[in-house]
């Protein structure tokens, strides 16, 4: 890795996370986190100053972040969706979801705040339109989404030396949408949808803004209007 702003971005094999550290490579040197070691070699391959952080993020520990000492920004982009009513979801699938979407992040980013500290960094969190509402069959999600908001606020109050972002996008078409379009039952309807590449830009905006300006919340929704 050279003397370049070093980013860590997670849930980087694909998706938000794949886009990101594509958005990031120009100017950073990037570490792919997530669980596929194959699939965050071969985004690696196409970047300059990339390479693969293969890491079960739900089980971090300080030695899977030792060699890390300087950190520029962390994206958080990993996270999971399962979808239930309150009536039907088991507690299970609530403690999966806060697990990757909350508990996973809290850690690996205290794991990290000396190395962010040293570089007066920036920490970004790909939170959800489900952090700023909740609908039905989406509690456990939403809880997470809204969890997680509380997460960056607190911190950007606690760290006034780190900038501390959360962009809520609409939907994304991604593999997890199309997911979520199975759990809900409708179709998937791509053109309705953001393109990773877009939420990609806004935390580029929020990374590259000037000194003078903390970018701490965004919000995107795709022009289409809602999905019904």
């Known amino acids: 890795m050279s003397e370049r702003p070093k980013a860590l971005i997670t849930g980087a094999s694909r998706g938000v996370g794949a886009a990101v550290a594509r958005a990031l490579a120009p100017t950073h040197d990037v570490l792919l ?40 920004v962390l994206v958080h982009s990993a996270g999971v969706t399962r979808l239930g009513r309150v009536g039907e979801l088991p507690v299970a699938a609530w403690r999966d979801t806060m697990e990757l979407n909350l508990f996973a992040v809290a850690e690996l980013t205290r794991l990290l705040l000396p190395a962010l500290r ?10 959800s339109g489900s952090g700023q509402r909740a609908n039905p069959g989406w509690g456990a999600y939403a809880a997470s989404k809204f969890a997680l908001r509380a997460f960056a606020d607190a911190l950007r ?23 979520v379009r199975e759990q809900e039952g409708g179709d998937y309807q791509p053109d309705r949808y953001l393109t990773a590449d877009t939420v990609a830009r806004a935390v580029l905006a929020a990374v590259t803004a000037g000194p003078d300006a903390h970018l701490t919340e965004l919000t995107i929704r795709p022009s289409a209007g809602p999905v019904t």
């Open 33 to 72: 986190g997530g669980r596929d070691a194959k699939a965050l070699d071969e985004v690696a391959a196409g970047l300059p100053g990339a390479r693969a952080w293969p890491v079960e993020l739900t089980e971090i520990t300080e030695a899977d972040v030792a060699d890390v000492d300087r950190l520029d």
């Open 118 to 127: 040293r570089a007066g960094g920036h920490v970004v969190c790909v939170n």
């Open 157 to 179: 109050q606690e760290e006034p030396e780190l900038r501390v972002t959360t962009v809520y996008p609409g939907r994304i078409d991604t593999d997890m949408q199309r997911s």
